[in-house]
């Protein structure tokens, strides 16, 4: 499968816990995107590099919220001190360059009980 | 602030038929469009595209269309099949790869 995968693809914590989210993009796909998904809404953007480089964050990036993209392959997206409000779907796309169109992994879906 | 709106949270279409599904954006600096699918439980995934410098788009079953004036865009599914239940979005983006806005989604149920 040559698709974007994410890891894991549930996680269930505790609020005030740290959670730590992987994305692995298409092979040479440069541009790799953070989505949210809450129910009844669509995705709501929060980040996009190109390769290594952080080109834009979202306002709805809180600081307890990092994403990292180190060798311009893999991405992680760290939510440190979770709260019952950041309980949604987290995905992940990439895209080649350029292109507008991205290619969308399965999510990681958390719950902060 | 919502720059893409999809009006019509629910369409239900007999199989065979055409389901038309339609999206409004605000911000005219939008200048590609994309529409997804999305399946409960996994990520959405690409149907087809238009950039601005075109008002139609053709891709087998699927036909996006765009009217800048008006600020609109349609997908029109023709025939519709059982399998094409789903919850359809639609995007914008300003920026040859940049960041996508979604609306809100159309969820289509294709009855038999």
């Known amino acids: 499968d040559t698709g974007v995968s994410q890891d894991p693809r549930h996680k269930i914590t505790k609020r005030g816990q740290n959670v730590t989210f992987r994305c692995d993009p298409i092979?040479?796909?440069?541009?790799l995107y953070w989505y949210r998904q809450t129910l009844g809404q669509g995705p709501e953007f929060l980040t996009y590099f190109q390769n290594e480089a952080q080109l834009e964050k979202s306002r709805l990036l809180s600081d307890r919220f990092s994403a990292e993209r180190p060798k311009g392959s893999f991405s992680t997206l760290e939510i440190q001190r979770t709260e019952q409000g950041d309980s949604a779907m987290y995905l992940c796309?990439?895209?080649?360059?350029?292109?507008?169109?991205?290619?969308f992994g399965p999510g990681t879906r958390l719950l902060v009980l | 602030d919502q720059q893409v709106k999809q009006n019509s949270p629910s369409l239900s279409v007999q199989e065979g038929r055409i389901s038309i599904l339609n999206c409004d954006y605000t911000?005219?600096?939008?200048?590609?469009f994309l529409w997804y699918k999305k399946y409960p439980a996994e990520g959405p995934t690409f149907l087809i595209s238009?950039?601005?410098?075109?008002d139609k788009n053709e891709d087998g079953r699927f036909t996006v269309f765009l009217n800048k004036s008006a600020k609109h865009l349609s997908l029109h599914i023709v025939p519709s099949q059982p399998g094409d239940s789903a919850v359809y979005f639609c995007a914008a983006s300003a920026i040859l790869g940049g960041k996508l806005q979604f609306g809100a989604g159309t969820q289509v149920v294709v009855t038999p």
């Open positions: 092979s040479e796909h440069n541009r």
């Open positions: 238009i950039s601005s410098i075109k």
């Open positions: 911000n005219s600096m939008f200048d590609y």
């Open positions: 796309a990439s895209s080649a360059d350029p292109s507008e169109t991205q290619y």
